[in-house]
């Protein structure tokens, strides 16, 4: 398995910087840079922070998504999600390639996901193709859900897939969020007493 690009590189490239630009900016050595995305030396938790930071970007808890490998005698290997994920914006609507390869073909595959004939089409063959890495970097979950029920997938894939399509969409029995903790931040901010809401008890 090829190893994954560090949080630099990645942040470093979506900023549309060099090397140098980012060690620049950030003040340190392009070559520091370097050995971190090669993973020869191992940066600080505060030197990453600082590096991204160059980049106009942060740290963020991300989930991880576990898959369930399965077979079925006719269609063979395909994967199931425990749950769906987000692609941030602008990767979940860029233009992809694929190696040509992965379907018999000579040239390589592109689809431009901004464009919702071509995302359908991507997101079918993705998802029968099984290929846990391209879906985690291209199908985001909400599109996904957009456009599910015009999917044309073997019907043990979509068998499969519907509960967590139907988990995602379900409300959920919970506190209601304070985003950002906004009202509570703001009613310290006036001086009012902030009340949150309790979770209420579903309707009979």
Do not use: H
């Amino acid at each position: 398995m090829y190893p994954p690009k560090t949080v630099i590189e990645i942040a470093r490239k979506a900023a549309g910087l060099s090397q140098a630009q980012l060690a620049m900016k950030a003040g340190t050595q392009q070559s520091s840079i370097s050995e971190y995305e090669s993973r020869r030396k191992s940066p600080t938790l505060e030197v990453v922070e600082r590096l991204l930071e160059a980049a106009d970007a942060e740290l963020a808890i991300k989930p991880i998504i576990d898959f369930d490998v399965r077979q079925d005698t006719e269609i063979g290997r395909y994967v199931v999600p425990e749950k769906l994920w987000s692609v941030p914006m602008p990767d979940c609507f860029s233009k992809i390639q694929v190696l040509g390869y992965l379907a018999k073909s000579r040239r390589p595959l592109v689809w431009d996901l901004s464009n919702e004939a071509e995302r359908i089409d991507y997101y079918e063959w993705v998802i029968g193709l099984g290929a846990i890495d391209l879906m985690l970097d291209s199908v985001d979950g909400i599109l996904l859900m957009q456009v599910w029920e015009r999917l044309n997938l073997p019907n043990v894939i979509r068998a499969a897939w519907q509960p967590v399509i139907d988990a995602a969409t379900a409300p959920q029995d919970m506190q209601p969020r304070d985003p950002a903790g906004f009202s509570a931040w703001l009613a310290g901010e006036i001086g009012v007493e902030w009340r949150p809401v309790r979770r209420r008890k579903p309707r009979q």
